[in-house]
């Protein structure tokens, strides 16, 4: 089994910045893509950014410029760094991994823009 923890959300004031964490841990070979994706309240889940396990990356246009998706091989652990914040970016952010068999989600980490 697989577990994934995200860390490091909040709350922060529009124009701010935080940064995500992601770590999975368990039995598995190697992580493939990892990814970020946010829900807000009414709304569906979107993909936010991903990074392959050569680090190619996707961005949704609405974060492009603004975030930056990175992963550290070694420790299984993906990171998204969030820079001038926005109201609109307020959400739960979820992480998601695929190893070779099957995908995993975290359980979401609240992240509020508002001053």
């Known amino acids: 089994q697989v577990q994934v923890v995200e860390s490091g959300g909040g709350l922060v004031q529009p124009g701010g910045s935080l940064r995500l964490s992601c770590a999975a841990s368990?039995?598995?070979?190697?992580?493939?893509?990892m990814a970020w994706y946010r829900q807000a309240p009414g709304n569906q889940r979107e993909l936010v950014a991903q990074?392959?396990?050569?680090?190619?990356?996707n961005y949704a246009d609405s974060v492009k410029g603004r975030f930056t998706i990175s992963r550290d091989n070694a420790k299984n652990t993906v990171y998204l760094q969030m820079t001038s914040l926005k109201p609109e970016d307020t959400a739960v952010y979820y992480c998601k991994v695929w190893t070779q068999y099957s995908d995993y989600w975290g359980q979401g980490t609240q992240v509020t823009v508002s001053s």
């Open positions: 990074v392959s396990r050569s680090g190619t990356t």
């Open positions: 368990g039995r598995f070979f190697g992580i493939m893509t």
